[in-house]
């Protein structure tokens, strides 16, 4: 076998790279469980139909074939015939599986329902700078049984801005929530006379990739807008803000090009509500900006996308929106409103741009030194009396010298290596003793009472600077 | 939609059923590291031609196809080619992805490298009870460079045990580790006269589902055994024990049969040496039992079974071995020991059976009532300060009458409801209160000071008895 070489968009991190991860992880998850999110996981495929039920998604979705079909008549005449009830392929984020679950679970729900959930999700997109084929997203929502308050749409990007605030003391920047509503949009539009609101958003959703001159003429081409309206949709995406000024302007704009709208006043009363509430609750973070449209048309509120100051390039991580009508089952429809953090797309981030440093690579606090083969016991018995009291502890791999044992704690950046002590001749035991190899300083010690300074407990995550 | 119906051998757990299995992976990872186990992750796909090395697993690899790749030559080329190496197929263990993450990274490692790893793994097999397509492993493997000591073939098993057994305050049964050593079996088929040696170890290991008769018939028919042969195959593999009187009993039926065998007595003392650690650090758990073969052909020492005591035929709940040539790119080798718990079978059996519940299903310990919409930011700046002291907080969803607010935590097993003073006409505000709506005790709190008793602060989870 060859050395293996890394696969493109499928990322993988060395130890102290997934110490960095996983500390993310469980931060989200403590912030999470804090509001009263509770955890659930769901199965990694979905049926084909299900996961195409959104047309624009087809391109990215992975099929799943089983090796042996063919030799079974069922499934291969299912794939031959692409039934895509029978086919199931890996799902591509974690909100149309929730809905599904919602779906299936129902009568075993109490609403409204409040998850969190963090898996990996896999799209076939070529993959680039922050955008993998298969990534880690960690997402919270809240469906409700035929209706779901407002304010859930307040509360959710807050939430989640806490969530990545619990990270800016290892060193994460500081991030904004850009938030929009679609019934301002689909009100502007329809009373501006336009009535291919999804195409208009798909376009505007173009808008940091390829400029407002290309949007424009793309508005024309695809949307069927006339130059003027081109013109009236794009200054209504240049418009944002963090105070409810924003509304003023809308409602300027508006009038302007004459636009009477009832779409539109409730939507700009929800984002003057959303703003107004956020300006309170964590002054700073949110922010009203109009261009806003993500690319799913499952929308139908306010819709969120996330930056990290300073790595706006990155584009959002963290993006989400308010869903009326996912799940669905004719009799009962569960609106929702739920947002993403592409948990991937930051660590790589934070990673590849050396923000974010584990203070060592392994659990271990203490190396047990072990004397000879012979009394490799003692080295365990020490290890278990540190373990029993939560010390991250190994046993040196073989009784070489104590040089050896020592660069083997050093070269995985473990603090402390402890002696057993040596059976004298006269069958006395000479104390214990535990090293710090940083200061070089070396004292007596009992397992059943010594214990690592709290620092040097666990490995940390903390600036890279630091 | 209609509503959707669960997909057989793809498990999902309702949201008390999460609890449990992420109590069950924080222990295990809890005491992974406190073992000195580093965390890693893979992703989730392999090259194919790296999944079929092992011909046995082929059938129950699931190949990955994107929807769109016909529109793309090369990809299309490489499926209708079936050239395997640019194939991906999902992992179907996490042994196989961590040699090959260790032949990528190996310049990057410390050796020996300890870790654990925590994923799901798919395999297309016919569901049946235990027996899932989409399941989640809990692993532990130690590699070294070049070499790697046997006592790691002691510690990893006991790693296991302990793991095991921190869940037994949840209601997890006791474990028993069943430990063989391929040398001993190898040694002495040789020893009798049979080359066939991987043909004997697979037969073997169907003993527990057909029986001894049958597997003496397969032994003569597909390994070309004698019937003599295949009745000292039968004979060995029919000692246990645990203590070293079963070497004692392996050499005795050794010399009935003539064997003469260097690999028989290295596989001996290795087993013997096993078995007595085991017995002083953690008696009564380790088994040597001598019919244990694992039908994966790359174990080369140890090999480990564990099954829960009183479910049996539940099959081996944690298994594994000793590999020496799994990870290997011509220039060096990398040896290795490790186990797999298999998770989803031991969480699904606690579940099915009744074992195990959480006390409640949310996180959430406390509801804040709200009183009026106008006065929501109130509970929102109470439910603020209980989080910024660690108590999991949920806000009510409407201002309902009090006795629908408190139905609405009771549903969800919350034990506490709190009550926003009210601001009365002079301006003066009445205290907080807080309710615990099992005693129906309802005393004035300060959201600054109050917590929840310890046992009532996160859903636990316990033995279902409790």
């Known amino acids: 076998m060859a050395r293996p070489t890394p696969l493109s968009g499928f990322p993988e991190w060395l130890p102290d790279g997934r110490i960095v991860e996983q500390h993310v992880l469980d931060t989200l998850r403590r912030v999470f469980e804090l509001h009263g999110f509770g955890g659930i996981e769901t199965r990694a495929v979905e049926p084909l139909d299900q996961l195409l039920r959104k047309g624009e998604t087809s391109k990215e979705v992975y099929v799943l074939r089983r090796l042996q079909e ?51 999700v896999w799209r076939g997109e070529r993959p680039q700078d922050g955008r993998f084929r298969e990534f880690t997203q960690a997402d919270i929502d809240v469906v409700g049984a035929g209706e779901l308050p407002y304010h859930y749409e307040v509360e959710l990007p807050l939430v989640m801005a806490e969530a990545l605030g619990a990270l800016r003391d290892i060193g994460v920047p500081e991030v904004r ?62 418009i944002s803000g963090s105070d409810t000024g924003v509304v003023d302007r809308v409602r300027a704009l508006a009038a302007e090009h004459g636009v009477v709208s009832d779409l539109l006043d409730t939507g700009l009363a929800e984002l003057g509500a959303l703003i107004e509430a956020a300006s309170v609750r964590a002054p700073g973070v949110v922010v009203a900006d109009l261009k806003i449209a993500r690319g799913l048309d499952y929308y139908t509120g306010s819709v969120y996308e996330t930056v990290l100051v300073g790595h706006e390039q990155l584009g959002s991580i963290c993006s989400g ?14 609106p929702g409103v739920g947002l993403s953090i592409g948990v991937s797309r930051l660590v790589s981030r934070l990673l590849s741009a050396g923000l974010v440093r584990a203070t060592r690579a392994v659990p271990s606090a203490v190396v047990v030194a072990v004397t000879s083969e012979e009394t490799r016991g003692a080295s365990d018995a020490v290890a278990t009396a540190l373990r029993s009291r939560g010390v ?75």
Do not use: M
């Not at 030799?71 to 599904?100: C, M, S, Y």
């Open 70 to 120: 063919e030799a079974e008549g069922n499934e291969a005449d299912a794939a031959r015939q692409g039934r895509a009830d029978k086919q199931l392929g890996l799902h591509f984020d974690l909100t149309v599986p929730f809905a599904r679950y919602v779906l299936e679970n129902a009568g075993h729900l109490a609403f409204p329902f409040k998850r969190y959930q963090i898996q990996k």
């Open 177 to 238: 929530v850009l938030v929009n509503n679609r019934r301002v949009a689909e009100g502007f539009y329809r009373g501006l006379g336009i009535d291919a609101v999804d195409e208009v958003l798909r376009q505007i959703d173009k808008l940091d990739k390829v400029g407002p001159e290309k949007v424009a003429a793309l508005l024309v081409a695809e949307a069927g807008a006339t130059p003027e309206q081109a013109e009236a949709c794009l200054a209504l995406a240049a």
């Open 321 to 334: 929106g308010r869903y009326d009508t996912l799940a669905s089952d004719g009799a009962n429809t569960y």
């Open 392 to 466: 991250p502890v190994e046993v040196a791999p073989a009784a070489a010298k104590f040089g050896k044992q020592i660069r083997y704690a050093d070269r995985r950046g473990i603090p402390f290596v402890w002696f057993p002590g040596r059976v004298e001749e006269d069958g006395t035991r000479s104390p214990d003793q535990v090293k710090d190899i940083r200061s070089g300083e070396q004292v007596d010690a009992d397992a059943a009472t010594w214990a690592p300074p709290a620092e040097d407990l666990r490995p940390r995550v903390v600036p890279a600077t630091d």
